[in-house]
């Protein structure tokens, strides 16, 4: 059986979509495979999104930070998986979070926040980043710097105001598929674990 991470995300100019992508990359390099569902608009039919996140085995909840949180539109994402909530449906599988904004600080956090809460009401179990910050001065933070924003609870990545094929840059992108390749490995453990106890339950 296949191990599936899906990706689940929000992307209003498209940089959090670049994002979501080294993300599946991530995820494929494990061996895993990633399962990207892209939240377009307020007014979409949230419900196969809530399903086919529901048929992995983890799921990356991905949203750009618009005044201090998530946006409207992964936030009606939420609230539609109350479905999911009522029936227990996401319970025990893993999940991490990342998140985006123009500015270096834009209160990510808070967003970062708001997608380990709702992983925590689901009762799934939250993998974070896993990245030391940088050990340099500020100065010396580059485009290439893993980490560069120095987030722990999940992937913060900055964008200027520019096409998603600039930005966000190297360092942000190869720490999105470094988190994909964590997720993925810890699901891939985890799928295995769970294998020998179904055939002692059996």
């Known amino acids: 059986m296949t191990t599936k991470v899906a990706i689940v995300y929000h992307s209003g100019f498209g940089h959090t979509a670049v994002l979501a992508d080294s993300l599946a990359q991530g995820v494929r390099d494990a061996g895993a495979e990633p399962v990207l569902l892209h939240i377009e608009s307020l007014a979409q039919d949230m419900g196969p999104l809530v ?12 949203a750009p930070t618009y005044m201090g949180d998530v946006s409207a539109p992964f936030k009606a994402f939420a609230d539609a998986s109350s479905k999911a909530f009522f029936t227990g449906a996401w319970k025990d599988k893993l999940a991490a979070g990342f998140t985006n904004s123009h500015s270096y600080a834009g209160d990510k956090l808070h967003a970062l926040s708001s997608l380990s809460i709702l992983a925590a009401q689901h009762g799934m179990n939250w993998i974070n980043l896993g990245i030391p910050s940088p050990a340099v001065t500020a100065a010396e933070r580059g485009p290439e710097t893993l980490n560069r924003v120095g987030s722990f609870i999940g992937l913060s990545a900055q964008s200027d105001n520019a096409s998603p094929e600039i930005t966000p840059p190297a360092g942000d992108r190869e720490t999105a ?6 997720v993925a490995l810890a699901a891939l453990r985890w799928s295995r674990g769970a294998q020998p106890a179904l055939e002692q339950a059996a």
């Open 51 to 62: 399903d086919a996140a529901g048929e992995a085995d983890a799921i990356v909840f991905g």
């Open 177 to 182: 598929r470094l988190l994909g390749e964590r």
